[in-house]
């Protein structure tokens, strides 16, 4: 085995004792109360609402948007846990797609881009089905997943902290009910994280209990939402019409599918590092090829693409519960809350500020375990330069992005205001440039 191979396991060695086992069988009443907690701190209702009013939606098309985001992360989420990657990986709405999926409503070009999410995810799936991405993943050593992840945790923060003031737009923003509120339910989360034991595993799901009781006592708890919601509903299917393409919205798809999937792989890597659990090339192609398939099933009903999503990782580190058969019960939470919008509208009644404090330490936990991967010793000051760049880029580019976009094409002008896409495309040209290059020279 050669010196280089060496030093690659060194670098996968766990920074982190294990939390959790796989394949832990958890009873059934308590599994059922963790795996609604892990639906319940997940992005899957936040995201497609969070976009269906920044982009204008109308009511009907608002519904079917988080319709389709339950149904196609519930069933994808079921099958990966399942069959798949069998890791504790709950899916959800992509970070990377919310922009581009509001942009394009606005610009009256969204059909045109779920035609491209569709031809995006296929290219993606077929190459998974062909064992293609074991290729891929050998570019991920920790400091490229690390940074991947790192920026997905700093990408959470603004929408983190827009929540933890109160809404912005909402007559709560900023005021102290707001703030008492999301501090009160981050710190139930953290003092039950303190304490270990029960108290920790369902540290968030009593953090919404306090929040939403306190919430209620300040008269900040509005459900007439629900009344209005209707008790049975089904997703659309091409909600916006039909199908159109476009071959500059499509090829900016692919390319932010494909960091998408980047970006699971490396939640995949990390899941399965924080667990102790063993990941062959099988399991990842499996994995992939499961998030494909769940992104065409979205764009068909009116979702956007949904991937392994970052703050479950969060929440397995501070409850130390890792067991793929509770996020197997989140994924069936997810299918019933699809055709139950007036029970998805109780959830989606919690305050602002009440998610916002549980979102802040499952963010922040994500931005730790990126940085502890990304910051490893890789015993030589060119390969320990790949993280710092590909953070640089990430987080410095994207506020460049309009006076640099000026004279490149759209498409290239379009990415540069995408942190983790920038990021990521960064961190992989440089662990191939300044350490994969170099090591396959030295060996010939």
Same mark, same amino acid.
């Given at each position: 085995m050669t010196d280089h191979v060496h030093a690659h396991m060194g670098e996968l060695e766990a920074v982190d004792a294990v939390v959790g086992d796989v394949e832990e069988v958890i009873p059934a009443k308590r599994r059922f109360a963790l795996g609604l907690q892990q639906a319940l701190v997940s992005n899957a209702w936040l995201d497609p609402i969070f976009i269906a009013s920044v982009a204008g939606f109308s009511a009907t098309l608002a519904t079917n948007l988080v319709t389709a985001t339950f149904l196609a992360a519930g069933v994808v989420t079921v099958i990966q846990s399942t069959r798949l990657v069998r890791l504790p990986v709950v899916q959800g709405p992509s970070s990377a797609f919310s922009p581009l999926a509001i942009g394009y409503y606005k610009a009256g070009t969204i059909s045109a881009a779920s035609l491209g999410l569709i031809i995006g995810a296929a290219l993606v799936f077929l190459a998974a089905v062909c064992g293609q991405f074991a290729r891929l993943r050998r570019l991920l050593s &920790?400091? /490229?997943?690390?940074?991947?992840?790192?920026? /997905?945790?700093? !990408?959470?923060?603004?929408?983190?902290?827009?929540?933890?003031? @109160?809404?912005?737009g909402s007559p709560s923003f900023a005021t102290g009910s707001s703030l008492f509120l999301a501090c009160v339910t981050t710190a139930v989360v953290l003092v039950s994280a303190a304490f270990g034991g029960t108290l920790r595993m369902f540290g968030f799901l009593t953090a919404l209990i306090v929040g939403d009781v306190l919430a209620l006592g300040l008269g900040l708890l509005d459900f007439s939402? /629900?009344?209005?919601? &209707?008790?049975?509903?089904f997703p659309k299917l091409l909600p916006y019409g039909a199908l159109t393409f476009d071959p500059a919205i499509t090829i900016t798809m692919c390319i932010v599918f494909i960091v998408a999937v980047v970006e699971a792989m490396g939640m995949y890597e990390a899941t399965a590092r924080l667990t102790g659990t063993e990941l062959d090339?099988?399991?990842?192609?499996? @994995?992939?090829?499961?998030?494909? @398939? @769940?992104?065409?099933?979205?764009?068909l009903i009116g979702g956007f693409g949904t991937t392994a999503y970052a703050q479950n990782l969060g929440v397995i580190r501070l409850t130390g519960v890792a067991s793929r058969h509770v996020v197997r019960v989140a994924g069936f939470i997810f299918i019933a809350l699809a055709f139950l919008p007036k029970v998805a509208a109780v959830l989606v009644a919690t305050p602002a500020a009440v998610v916002g404090g549980l979102f802040l330490p499952a963010a922040a936990t994500v931005v730790m375990t990126g940085i502890q991967m990304a910051s490893q010793d890789r015993g030589s000051p060119v390969k320990n330069m790949v993280?710092?760049?590909?953070?640089?880029?990430?987080?410095?580019?994207? !506020?460049?992005?309009? &006076?640099?976009?000026g004279g490149l094409p759209e498409i290239l002008g379009e990415m540069l205001a995408h942190s983790i896409v920038v990021g990521?495309?960064?961190?992989?040209? !440089?662990?191939?440039?300044?350490?994969?290059?170099?090591?396959?020279?030295?060996?010939?």
């Open positions: &920790p400091a /490229v997943s690390g940074t991947i992840i790192t920026l /997905v945790g700093v !990408a959470l923060a603004g929408f983190t902290f827009m929540e933890f003031f @109160g809404g912005i939402a /629900v009344g209005q919601a &209707p008790w049975l509903a090339d099988r399991r990842v192609n499996a @994995g992939i090829a499961g998030e494909a @398939g @769940g992104s065409m099933l979205a764009a993280a710092p760049l590909g953070l640089m880029a990430g987080l410095g580019i994207p !506020a460049l992005a309009g &006076p640099l976009s990521a495309v960064t961190v992989m040209v !440089a662990e191939i440039v300044l350490v994969r290059l170099p090591e396959f020279l030295r060996a010939r």
